[in-house]
């Protein structure tokens, strides 16, 4: 993940009609600990999987350690993240010829799908990258096969600018049409 640059962080929490986008805080770490060792929520992500022990274990004490990721807090309870970093330029796959474009993601814990819950999230990391960074080309990857990741992207505004295989599946990479 790299950093947005000069963008101050943390910022002031975000408040949608249901949820608060904040930094996260040590008491996020169980929460974090069994989203990122659910099965299905990570089925679509590649790369090493660890137990809810192992990551109870490798999670800081404090995981607000990199700028970037909103904890997503629904009636006090840990039940997501949002990240936005700069997609670096020596990855593949980019909008503009010097790269560096904003990069958004999610994770939800299962329990919150269907209920529109990582639309309103999204959306209001996307407001918040819209103040903060005008004019920013955002982007976004998606495994094909995570339709409901891929029709969250396509409801938010996103289009495919190419596809690609990557981590043994093939990838959706679309910017956010804006105006």
């Given amino acids: 993940m790299k950093p947005l640059g000069d963008v101050p962080w943390p910022p002031e929490p975000i408040v949608t009609e249901r949820l608060i986008l904040r930094h996260t805080k040590p008491e996020d770490r169980s929460g974090l600990a069994v989203l990122l060792s659910d099965e ?5 992500l590649g790369g090493p ?4 022990e192992e990551l109870e274990e490798l999670i800081p004490s404090d995981p607000n350690t990199r700028p970037g990721i909103f904890a997503v807090e629904q009636a006090g309870e840990f039940i997501g993240r ?6 670096d330029r020596s990855w593949a796959h980019h909008v503009r010829d010097e790269g560096d474009e904003v990069e958004i993601g999610y994770e939800f814990l299962p329990t919150t799908w269907g ?3 990582a639309t309103e999230a999204t959306r209001a990391a996307l407001d918040w990258v819209e103040r ?3 004019g920013e080309p955002v982007v976004l990857t998606t495994q094909v096969a995570n339709e409901r ?5 396509q409801k938010l505004g996103f289009v495919e600018v190419e596809r690609f295989a990557a981590y043994g599946a093939e990838q959706w990479f679309g910017v ?3 105006g």
Avoid: D, E
């Fill in 49 to 52: 999987t660890h137990t809810r």
């Fill in 176 to 178: 956010l049409k804006t």
């Fill in 132 to 134: 903060t960074l005008p």
């Fill in 115 to 117: 209920r529109g819950i």
């Fill in 149 to 153: 990741s891929l029709r969250l992207a």
């Fill in 82 to 87: 949002i990240t936005v970093q700069r997609r």
């Fill in 40 to 44: 299905t929520t990570q089925a679509y």
